[in-house]
């Protein structure tokens, strides 16, 4: 495991990572110290009866939102990033170096899955971590459940990477591990109105083909927004889509273990 | 006990429905014994690598059993005393030569303080030290395998599998790779090499196996390989005189005024030919056994495998 982690470290380094992500997180600072600025302007002009929290919501949720979507787009930069890194490590030539030392299979690949969610999660835990400090700096405010936010989105990542992961290990192709990648992001953000959908289905098949989808699926877009409402001191309605995202990320890398261990190289 | 144990070993890929199955290792039996060099040789698509990775677990046979260090190629600890070089190695390109060397001391289970104590020893050994720090991604292929040579020495390993590591090697560098060898022989290491490269093998391993289309046709020591059992040189000073060797006893090859070359019936006869020879005065220098090199000896076993003229 330790080696495997230094090695995903230097490949993050040597594949200019750390540029990317330092570069989007400064970019995301200037942007949160102009809001400051922005912030006063509002401030001076909206003398009428207009409530900002009415078009904003509470100043707590708007802040949580911000940080949701900042932490949503470092953990989409991450999966986008690590996408090719396992297929990569098995291309013929280089799987050869990995398998021929005595560790089984399973603890191969576990130690990669987690080498690269450990690695890249903290990459984003700091840009996210600097973004948060900054804009409690300038909107003198904090979140209280920042760390819960985080939290909730390093499991989105690690929801993710247990799909890119299986998809490269089976296709050996960092694209093919996108594009799944993508279409179960479509497909899991179509299924969170799955009580509309269902509405407006007359069929009862097709009804229950959407809810059926809906409850094995990952419900990452849901992860997200109950973790802003959690953060931002609202209720959370239902934990399920956080620990059936999780399940289903469990019982995919579980098939990923079985097909990697009897896969010939 | 063997440091390899090879029994009855098959391995069948599928392809598909349309191209059928291939039959990439036909009931394989080999044993390697500790501390010797032995060569595999074998035409491409004879099957000799995957006859190691199925040794080194990474791949699964369809039949039969195999053992490393006692050990079956499934259980990991098999591999804990087993090097490996494979042929045209595609190193991970963000790691120097070292980083290279000492992931490979990491996975292998060894401390920092040995995988410290060894890295940098084994790149000097096979020539890499001053291209320690230099990123893989910029070596050539001699580089590669002689780094490869290095990642594979690590763990101290008392098995050694080299699939073809001279491959791309200048002729200093496969000379020093040689050395290497001999070293490790002269260590007790049981090294198991893959190599189209006939010379090389003859030069340096004690036993081979020749591998053709997944069948093993022959196994024997280098020696029994380069002799023709047969037949003999013999280095005397015949002049202009005519020999004639009895029908009986053999024919004659060749000869010239220094020497000659007979094929005898049985190998005891030579003693007859001496006898003539010594009868006739000429004075006879030496007679020694008639040598094929390695490449001939694999040639005529392949083709008679094969049914197919050289």
Same mark, same amino acid.
């Given at each position: 495991m330790r080696g495997i982690t230094r090695e995903t470290v230097v490949e993050l380094v040597d594949r200019k990572m750390l540029w990317l992500f330092g570069g989007l997180t400064l970019i995301t600072l200037f942007i949160v110290y102009l809001s400051g600025n922005i912030r006063g302007e509002i401030a001076i002009e909206s003398s009428g009866p207009a409530d900002l929290d009415t078009i904003l919501g509470t100043p707590r949720y708007f802040a949580a939102a911000v940080y949701g979507r900042v932490l949503w787009l470092l953990v989409f930069l991450a999966v986008l990033g690590t996408a090719g890194l396992v297929p990569r490590m098995l291309e013929r030539g280089r799987a050869e170096y990995y398998l021929s030392k005595p560790n089984s299979r399973a603890a191969f690949l576990a130690s990669r899955f987690l080498a690269i969610w450990i690695v890249y999660g903290l990459l984003v835990a700091v840009c996210a971590g600097a973004v948060a400090v900054a804009g409690a700096i300038v909107h003198e405010t904090s979140i209280g459940g920042v760390v819960f936010l985080f939290v909730v989105h390093l499991l989105i990542m690690l929801v993710w990477l247990s799909i890119t992961v299986t998809v490269g290990l089976l296709s050996r192709s960092a694209t093919v591990a996108l594009m799944a990648a993508f279409s179960v992001w479509v497909a899991q953000f179509l299924l969170s109105f799955h009580d509309r959908m269902g509405g407006l289905v007359t069929s009862d098949v097709a009804r229950t083909t959407v809810k059926l989808l809906y409850y094995v699926l990952p419900k990452t877009s849901q992860m997200a927004e109950l973790a802003v409402n959690f953060a931002a001191g609202r209720p959370v309605e239902t934990w399920l889509p956080l620990w059936s995202s999780l399940l289903f990320a469990g019982a995919l890398f579980s098939a990923a273990l079985w097909i990697f261990k009897r896969r010939d190289y | 006990m063997n440091a390899i144990e090879i029994q009855d070993v098959t391995k069948i890929f599928h392809t598909g429905l349309k191209n059928g199955n291939i039959v990439a290792l036909d009931s394989v039996t080999l044993s390697v014994r500790p501390g010797e060099i032995f060569g595999l040789l074998g035409p491409n698509g004879a099957g000799k690598t995957t006859l190691v990775k199925g040794l080194l677990g990474m791949l699964k046979f369809t039949s039969g059993e195999a053992l490393i260090n006692g050990r079956p190629p499934s259980d990991p600890l098999s591999r804990r005393k087993a090097g490996f070089l494979q042929e045209n190695p595609r190193f991970p390109e963000h790691l120097t030569g070292l980083g290279l060397v000492e992931l490979a001391g990491r996975l292998s289970g060894l401390s920092e303080a040995e995988v410290g104590e060894h890295s940098v020893k084994l790149l000097d050994l096979v020539g890499m030290g001053k291209w320690?720090?230099? @990123?893989?991604? @910029?070596?050539?292929k001699g580089m590669n395998q002689r780094v490869g040579l290095a990642q594979a020495l690590v763990s101290d390993p008392e098995i050694l599998f080299l699939d073809e590591p001279t491959d791309g090697v200048d002729p200093t560098g496969k000379v020093e790779i040689r050395q290497v060898l001999m070293l490790l022989r002269d260590q007790g290491k049981t090294v198991f090499l893959n190599s189209h490269l006939l010379a090389e093998v003859e030069a340096v391993a004690d036993r081979v196996a020749i591998l053709s289309r997944g069948k093993v046709i022959r196994v024997a020591t280098v020696e029994e390989l380069t002799v023709r059992e047969c037949q003999f040189e013999i280095e005397a000073e015949i002049g202009n005189e005519r020999i004639e060797i009895p029908p009986e006893l053999g024919k004659r090859l060749s000869i010239t005024s220094r020497g000659m070359a007979v094929a005898l019936n049985n190998p005891e006869d030579i003693n007859q030919v001496i006898d003539q020879l010594r009868m006739r005065k000429i004075n006879i220098r030496s007679v020694r056994p008639a040598r094929i090199s390695l490449e001939q000896s694999f040639f005529e076993a392949v083709s008679q495998d094969s049914g197919e003229p050289l």
């Amino acid at each position: 495991m330790r080696g495997i982690t230094r090695e995903t470290v230097v490949e993050l380094v040597d594949r200019k990572m750390l540029w990317l992500f330092g570069g989007l997180t400064l970019i995301t600072l200037f942007i949160v110290y102009l809001s400051g600025n922005i912030r006063g302007e509002i401030a001076i002009e909206s003398s009428g009866p207009a409530d900002l929290d009415t078009i904003l919501g509470t100043p707590r949720y708007f802040a949580a939102a911000v940080y949701g979507r900042v932490l949503w787009l470092l953990v989409f930069l991450a999966v986008l990033g690590t996408a090719g890194l396992v297929p990569r490590m098995l291309e013929r030539g280089r799987a050869e170096y990995y398998l021929s030392k005595p560790n089984s299979r399973a603890a191969f690949l576990a130690s990669r899955f987690l080498a690269i969610w450990i690695v890249y999660g903290l990459l984003v835990a700091v840009c996210a971590g600097a973004v948060a400090v900054a804009g409690a700096i300038v909107h003198e405010t904090s979140i209280g459940g920042v760390v819960f936010l985080f939290v909730v989105h390093l499991l989105i990542m690690l929801v993710w990477l247990s799909i890119t992961v299986t998809v490269g290990l089976l296709s050996r192709s960092a694209t093919v591990a996108l594009m799944a990648a993508f279409s179960v992001w479509v497909a899991q953000f179509l299924l969170s109105f799955h009580d509309r959908m269902g509405g407006l289905v007359t069929s009862d098949v097709a009804r229950t083909t959407v809810k059926l989808l809906y409850y094995v699926l990952p419900k990452t877009s849901q992860m997200a927004e109950l973790a802003v409402n959690f953060a931002a001191g609202r209720p959370v309605e239902t934990w399920l889509p956080l620990w059936s995202s999780l399940l289903f990320a469990g019982a995919l890398f579980s098939a990923a273990l079985w097909i990697f261990k009897r896969r010939d190289y | 006990m063997n440091a390899i144990e090879i029994q009855d070993v098959t391995k069948i890929f599928h392809t598909g429905l349309k191209n059928g199955n291939i039959v990439a290792l036909d009931s394989v039996t080999l044993s390697v014994r500790p501390g010797e060099i032995f060569g595999l040789l074998g035409p491409n698509g004879a099957g000799k690598t995957t006859l190691v990775k199925g040794l080194l677990g990474m791949l699964k046979f369809t039949s039969g059993e195999a053992l490393i260090n006692g050990r079956p190629p499934s259980d990991p600890l098999s591999r804990r005393k087993a090097g490996f070089l494979q042929e045209n190695p595609r190193f991970p390109e963000h790691l120097t030569g070292l980083g290279l060397v000492e992931l490979a001391g990491r996975l292998s289970g060894l401390s920092e303080a040995e995988v410290g104590e060894h890295s940098v020893k084994l790149l000097d050994l096979v020539g890499m030290g001053k291209w320690a720090d230099t @990123k893989v991604r @910029k070596y050539s292929k001699g580089m590669n395998q002689r780094v490869g040579l290095a990642q594979a020495l690590v763990s101290d390993p008392e098995i050694l599998f080299l699939d073809e590591p001279t491959d791309g090697v200048d002729p200093t560098g496969k000379v020093e790779i040689r050395q290497v060898l001999m070293l490790l022989r002269d260590q007790g290491k049981t090294v198991f090499l893959n190599s189209h490269l006939l010379a090389e093998v003859e030069a340096v391993a004690d036993r081979v196996a020749i591998l053709s289309r997944g069948k093993v046709i022959r196994v024997a020591t280098v020696e029994e390989l380069t002799v023709r059992e047969c037949q003999f040189e013999i280095e005397a000073e015949i002049g202009n005189e005519r020999i004639e060797i009895p029908p009986e006893l053999g024919k004659r090859l060749s000869i010239t005024s220094r020497g000659m070359a007979v094929a005898l019936n049985n190998p005891e006869d030579i003693n007859q030919v001496i006898d003539q020879l010594r009868m006739r005065k000429i004075n006879i220098r030496s007679v020694r056994p008639a040598r094929i090199s390695l490449e001939q000896s694999f040639f005529e076993a392949v083709s008679q495998d094969s049914g197919e003229p050289l």
